[in-house]
């Protein structure tokens, strides 16, 4: 039986769910094998024990975030400054708008349920 926390999950253009094994060259090889990944969304688990050290933004979509245990921090930032939002019980989610820069912070420990659309997604140290 598949684990999410070991295989992710892509969902194609179709509706067609299709797992994928974690690998050192894991978002690489959905940008190759599913041509930019253009239309399609990662259904991903992580278990984080640190604050994110970078920001992170997708411009394909609204991302879902949903807290499966511990406590978490999203920090979006918008125009107006950063808005933090707490998720403190399991199954709280939150809507990240598309195209907002977003980390978290992680006071112990918390396992994180993403549902991202992926194309474009950047990554930096601190957004511009």
């Keep these: 039986m598949p684990n999410l926390f070991e295989q992710f ?5 179709a509706m067609a769910l299709e797992g994928r094994e974690l690998t050192t060259d894991f978002y690489e090889a ?4 599913y041509d ?3 239309g399609h969304v990662l259904v991903s688990a992580y278990h984080f024990d640190r604050d994110w050290p970078t920001w992170e933004k997708h411009p394909a979509g609204d991302e879902m975030v ?13 125009e107006d400054g950063d808005e933090v939002v707490a998720l403190t019980r399991a199954g709280e989610y939150l809507c990240v ?11 112990d420990a918390a396992q994180l349920l ?3 659309p992926g194309e474009g997604t950047e990554n930096a140290t601190l957004p511009a």
Excluded at 9 to 13: D, E, F, G, K
Excluded at 30 to 33: I, N, P, Q, Y
Excluded at 97 to 107: E, F, N, V, Y
């Design 97 to 107: 708008p598309s195209g907002t820069w977003h980390t978290a912070r992680i006071a």
């Design 66 to 78: 949903v807290l499966l245990s511990g406590t978490a921090e999203l920090v979006l930032r918008g």
């Design 9 to 13: 999950a892509v969902l194609t253009p």
């Design 36 to 38: 930019g990944f253009g």
């Design 30 to 33: 959905l940008e190759r094998d």
């Design 114 to 116: 993403f549902i991202t």
